[in-house]
C-alpha cells in the first residue's frame, strides 16, 4: 500500500479539505490585525475585550457541534457541509460590516462557532470516509490548509485592511465560501463509492464497493452516547487534544501582539508569523508520514513532547524578552501546527474505526472545543493582571506547558486497537 497513492478522486478530495481547513481556520488568525480596527471603529481604547467573543463562540459551538454531528451521522456529511458553508458565507459578508459593539458580539460569535463545526467536523468526517487506512499521510497533506491560512491569510487582510479599509478582506471571505459551496454541491461525493472509487484507493469488486456504500450508509453505530461516555479512551482523547488545542489557538490568535509587546513592529512580526508557517507546511506533511509509519499513538506522544518544549520556549522568550528564542517558538510552532490537526481525526478513528468514527467525533468535538477556547478567557485575564504584556504572555505559556504535560501523560494511556467497527 504506497501511501501517497490516493487516485485521482482522493486527491481531489484532500485539495478541497485543504482549503476547508485553511478558511476555517482564519477566523481566530485574523484576530492578530483586526481587533484593533474594530476597537477603532467602536470608539474603544483597546481591542482586547473583543477577544470574548472568539471564547463564546467557541461555546456557542459545542452544541452546535453536537447537533452538525448528529445530523452527519444520520444524513451525511455533504448535505449539512454545504449548508454551513452558505451560512459562513452569509456572516463573514455581515462581519465586515458591523459598526457597533453588539453587532461585533453577534456576528463574531457566530463565525467563531461556524468555524470550529467545520473545522473539527466536516473536515474530519470527509476524510474518515475516504482514507480509513490511509488517515496519516491524507490528514498531513489536507492540514497543509492550517500553516498556510497563516502564511497568507492575515498578511492579506492587513493588506487589504491598510489599502481598501476595514470590511474588504470580510468581503473577500463571503466570495470564498461561496465558491467552496458551490464546488462541494457540483464536485465533492460524501464517500469514494459515491464516486466509483475506492477507500484509501485500494481496488475492490464492483460488489464490494456497492456492499460498502450500502454499509455505509445504513450503519448504526452500537456505542450509544451513555457507552461513549464510559470508555476511558473517550476522556483520553478529549484531555489529550483539548488541552492541545488549547495552546494552539491561544498561540495562533495572539502571535502579532505577543511579539510585538517583546520589541518588534507589527509589519515584522506578520513577516516572522508568515516566514514560520511557510516553513510549517512541509511540516504537516511530514507529521503524516510520521502518523503512517510509527502509528498513531506513538506519533501523539512525540507531538506531545515535542509542544511542551514549544511552549517552555514562547514562555522563556516572553520572560526573557528575547527576540532570537521568541521566533524558534514560533517557527516551532509551525510546523507543529498541521500536525495537531492530522493527529486529533487519525487518532479517534484508530481508537474507534471507520464505521463509529461518526459517532465518537460527533462527541469529541464539542468537548475539545469547549476545553480550547478556554485560550479566550485565560489570555485576557492573566494579561489584564500583568504589569507588562510580555510578562502577562510569559505566565500564559507556562499555563501552555503545564496543560500540555497533563496531554502528554493522557496520550499514554491511550489505547492501540481499534474497539470500534473497522
Known amino acids: 500500500m504506497k501511501a501517497n497513492n490516493f487516485g485521482k478522486h482522493g486527491w481531489w478530495i484532500i485539495i478541497f479539505t485543504l482549503f476547508i481547513y485553511m478558511f476555517t481556520s482564519t477566523a481566530p488568525d485574523i484576530l492578530n490585525v483586526t481587533t484593533t480596527g474594530f476597537a477603532e471603529r467602536f470608539g474603544m481604547a483597546s481591542g482586547d475585550p473583543l477577544l470574548i467573543f472568539?471564547?463564546?463562540?467557541?461555546?456557542?459551538?459545542?452544541?452546535?457541534?453536537?447537533?452538525?454531528?448528529?445530523?452527519?451521522?444520520?444524513?451525511?456529511?455533504?448535505?449539512?457541509?454545504?449548508?454551513?458553508?452558505?451560512?459562513?458565507?452569509?456572516?463573514w459578508f455581515l462581519y465586515g460590516r458591523c459598526e457597533t459593539f453588539t453587532q461585533y458580539a453577534v456576528i463574531a460569535t457566530i463565525v467563531a462557532a461556524l468555524a470550529n463545526v467545520g473545522n473539527l467536523v466536516i473536515t474530519q468526517q470527509l476524510m474518515s470516509n475516504w482514507f480509513p487506512?490511509?488517515?496519516?499521510?491524507?490528514?498531513?497533506?489536507?492540514?497543509?490548509?492550517?500553516?498556510?491560512?497563516?502564511?497568507?491569510?492575515?498578511?492579506?487582510?492587513q493588506a487589504l485592511i491598510v489599502k481598501k479599509g476595514l470590511s474588504a478582506p470580510f468581503y473577500m471571505m463571503c466570495i470564498i465560501f461561496v465558491i467552496l459551496a458551490i464546488v462541494m454541491?457540483?464536485?465533492?461525493?460524501?464517500?469514494?463509492?459515491?464516486?466509483?472509487?475506492?477507500?484509501?484507493?485500494?481496488?475492490?469488486?464492483?460488489?464490494?464497493?456497492?456492499?460498502?456504500?450500502?454499509?455505509?450508509?445504513?450503519?448504526?453505530?452500537?456505542i450509544t452516547v451513555g457507552k461513549m461516555f464510559k470508555i476511558k479512551d473517550f476522556w483520553l482523547l478529549v484531555i489529550t487534544f483539548g488541552f492541545l488545542f488549547i495552546g494552539l489557538i491561544g498561540i495562533m490568535s495572539q502571535m502579532v501582539p505577543?511579539?510585538?509587546?517583546?520589541?518588534?513592529?507589527?509589519?515584522?512580526a506578520i513577516m516572522w508569523l508568515t516566514i514560520a508557517s511557510v516553513v510549517g507546511i512541509p511540516g504537516s506533511i511530514a507529521w503524516g508520514i510520521v502518523d503512517q509509519k510509527i502509528g498513531t499513538k506513538k506519533t501523539t506522544i512525540i507531538f506531545s513532547a515535542l509542544w511542551a518544549i514549544m511552549t517552555l520556549l514562547a514562555?522563556?522568550?516572553?520572560?526573557?524578552?528575547?527576540?532570537?528564542?521568541?521566533?524558534?517558538s514560533v517557527v516551532m510552532v509551525s510546523c507543529l501546527q498541521g500536525g495537531l490537526g492530522n493527529l486529533m481525526p487519525s487518532m479517534v478513528i484508530n481508537v474507534f474505526g471507520?464505521?463509529?468514527?461518526?459517532?465518537?467525533?460527533?462527541?469529541?468535538?464539542?468537548?475539545?472545543?469547549?476545553?480550547?477556547?478556554?485560550?479566550?478567557?485565560?489570555?485576557?485575564?492573566?494579561?489584564?493582571?500583568?504589569?507588562?504584556?510580555?510578562?502577562?504572555?510569559?505566565?500564559?505559556?507556562?499555563?501552555?506547558?503545564?496543560?500540555?504535560?497533563?496531554?502528554?501523560?493522557?496520550?499514554?494511556?491511550?489505547?492501540?486497537?481499534?474497539?470500534?467497527?473497522?
Open 354 to 422: 471507520r464505521y463509529d468514527f461518526a459517532q465518537a467525533n460527533k462527541l469529541v468535538v464539542p468537548f475539545v472545543v469547549g476545553i480550547r477556547t478556554l485560550a479566550f478567557i485565560i489570555m485576557p485575564m492573566i494579561l489584564g493582571m500583568s504589569a507588562t504584556a510580555s510578562a502577562g504572555y510569559a505566565k500564559i505559556f507556562v499555563v501552555f506547558t503545564v496543560l500540555t504535560v497533563i496531554a502528554l501523560i493522557s496520550a499514554c494511556g491511550l489505547s492501540k486497537e481499534t474497539i470500534g467497527k473497522k
Open 315 to 328: 514562555a522563556i522568550g516572553c520572560g526573557m524578552g528575547s527576540i532570537p528564542i521568541s521566533i524558534a
Open 258 to 268: 505577543r511579539m510585538v509587546s517583546i520589541g518588534l513592529d507589527t509589519n515584522s
Open 185 to 222: 454541491i457540483i464536485a465533492v461525493k460524501a464517500y469514494p463509492e459515491e464516486a466509483g472509487a475506492y477507500p484509501d484507493n485500494e481496488p475492490i469488486s464492483e460488489e464490494e464497493r456497492k456492499a460498502n456504500l450500502e454499509a455505509l450508509t445504513n450503519y448504526k453505530s452500537e
Open 54 to 91: 472568539a471564547a463564546i463562540g467557541g461555546f456557542v459551538g459545542i452544541p452546535l457541534a453536537l447537533i452538525v454531528g448528529q445530523v452527519i451521522s444520520k444524513k451525511g456529511v455533504k448535505g449539512p457541509a454545504v449548508v454551513l458553508l452558505f451560512i459562513l458565507a452569509i456572516v
Open 133 to 157: 487506512k490511509k488517515k496519516g499521510t491524507a490528514l498531513g497533506w489536507a492540514t497543509v490548509g492550517m500553516p498556510l491560512d497563516s502564511a497568507i491569510t492575515v498578511a492579506v487582510f
